[in-house]
């Protein structure tokens, strides 16, 4: 068996583990060791729970074990999704002392998350992500939430998990484009905290595109290294964790503008850090050179760097709904090179406009 | 202008006040001095709406104001009116900085403080209290939520508010019926802390129910001097704070088995508290002659002491969803004495049946 790398998001009493490794879900004695629960709820979607949940539910033992399977995509997490969650739960009574468990990428560990937040007002909540996304991203940190038809994310809760489990065998079965969206919060993770990351994508994105085990283990490794620190500084995002919001701004306003039925969550956030970076650009921050090597590697890494069905009108107005908006002023967060990134809500409005009519439709 | 009377809950830097005087509603300078949010949404009901909501609007300055008027009554305190509130706030925009003011009892104060709770994960909130019930009791101490068919208050969240302020003025048009309700959880602040407040209770109850102001003044202050102090010690009911749950295990199934459409909440909750009493009496813990002054004062409160129409199979069922279950068992909270409550799993399982066998339908 593959040794288990362990890591550990410092949140005091609320502190967890994230364990990363190979084939995770069918050992049983990771679960006996970290799951203290035992009446269970998973919930997984149409795609995932066919070809993980039999060696999942193998590995729980004795556990009562209920499950929810949810149809996937990002277009499904919705309010009445987490309530049919919800209805699974109070339908099967499980008590106060029971765990949900997420076994997907983001859409079924936020949706999931956030119904695990309020049931009872909180029950223990489990991450087992199976998309690079998840793995790199969303399953840590503790941001739940559902969409609404007027904008990403806009329903939710900070509810921690209580154990992040990352199985990177089940990076194997993930498509291709998957795999690509993935890369776009790794990308993230180099431009606003490590050159060394960057430099690193870089050079050895074959090998990622080619889901090497070992360039993926170590992306995962350090992207949950940088997470983990973050959010352990910053739980509730009242300072810093907002630059883990590099390129969101953009990529939330693709997502509804588009009703989150066209591009996956981490393509438009690939858009939206190319963005970002231009926006940095335009606002005399970030050198030329530096916004062309961002474009140049989410471009590489198969990740669209603009978007043509959208009008920048139209994203704009999906920009102003975002939860980014505070005394009346849009914030972003920009670039002043590879690897630093702030927060600000003082910038040319021309640098944004001009950002948006180059990236959004229309234009050339 | 009456004096305010100011109390503090102490949770470090979410701690938030209490103010307590007649006609605060109409007082500007109160919310000019307390309220930093400049977008507010106003949640209010059908009957409190007409009475308040113009006299609040006036004394909010030039803050922008939205309003949602929901449906009067525990059976509307739903996901889907959660719901409603939320599709209210994502159409107006309002942003992450805004506030959302409860106008009303608990069920407008739950329902509201959930919406806040869940959106952008977490506004600011602010508890206005109309009724005795939720000036004693549910406005303060954060925790919000929605009913289920399925149970009390299964759906929900712990969220504090920013800010509490109970204008006893609007308690000069509250029916005779719900102020009875609100004098369920007067009493019950006395079994649990306060053996002189219970005295003081079965002293001045006629002066309590003919409207008395400094007789309501006194017990709404000393009613959330006792909550503020147990929700600072246990704002996330890891122990203490149970305590405050007497006579509600009982008092939900009451309210989950008709519906949420027959009794008030409050009047659930004095039955329940009887039921407390006689359970602790059929445990060998409370003497009976002190039983039977809780079910005296709850009786001349005019409160119901015990339900015919539920059968008590059927209550027992209601109860074993409750959040209170752990472990498989139903935990209960029982009294020593009036002023001294406990919580424990560790009963005989007859007392409860008895207890249920004499409260409940079919007994004489």
């Excluded at 040794?3 to 009493?13: A, H, M, R, Y």
Aim: proline fraction near 4%; charge should be neutral.
């Amino acid at each position: 068996m593959s040794p288990v790398d362990s890591l550990k998001v410092e949140l005091g009493i609320r502190s967890y583990p994230i364990l990363i490794a190979d084939g995770l879900l069918g050992r049983p004695e990771i679960f006996e060791q970290h799951l203290r629960a035992r009446e269970l709820l998973i919930v997984s979607n149409t795609t995932v729970a066919p070809l993980y949940l039999p060696t999942l539910a193998a590995s729980l033992g004795k556990r009562r074990v209920v499950e929810v399977i949810l149809p996937d995509g990002e277009a499904h997490k919705t309010l009445a999704n987490a309530s049919r969650v919800l209805d699974v739960l109070i339908a099967n009574r499980l008590a106060r002392d029971c765990a949900v468990l997420a076994l997907g990428g983001g859409v079924v560990g936020d949706l999931a998350g956030f119904a695990a937040a309020c049931y009872q007002r909180g029950v223990d909540f489990v991450q087992l992500p199976t998309t690079l996304l998840a793995q790199v991203d969303s399953a840590v940190g503790g941001k739940t939430g559902v969409n609404h038809a007027g904008g990403k994310n806009l329903i939710g809760a900070f509810h921690q998990p209580v154990l992040v489990v990352a199985d990177t065998a089940t990076l194997a079965t993930l498509p291709a484009r998957e795999l690509r969206a993935g890369l776009a919060e790794v990308i993230k993770y180099g431009l606003i905290a490590d050159p060394a990351l960057f430099a690193w994508l870089e050079d050895h994105l074959a090998e990622l595109l080619a889901g090497d085990p070992a360039a993926l283990a170590h992306i995962i490794r350090r992207s949950c290294e940088i997470k983990a620190a973050v959010v352990g500084r910053d739980e509730r995002e009242q300072g810093e964790r907002a630059l883990l919001n590099l390129g969101h701004t953009f990529g939330h306003a693709i997502e509804s503008a588009t009703a989150y039925r066209d591009w996956l969550h981490g393509e438009a956030v690939g858009a939206g850090l190319v963005m970002a970076a231009a926006a940095s650009t335009a606002c005399g921050l970030l050198p030329q050179a530096e916004a062309e090597r961002v474009r140049q590697l989410v471009k590489r890494a198969g990740l669209p760097t603009r978007i043509d069905s959208v009008m920048p009108a139209v994203a704009l107005e999906h920009m102003r709904i975002d939860k980014k908006v505070q005394g009346g002023r849009l914030r972003l967060v920009l670039l002043r090179r590879i690897g630093e990134a702030f927060v600000t809500a003082d910038y040319p409005p021309e640098a944004l406009t001009r950002t948006l009519a180059t990236h959004f439709g229309g234009a050339g």
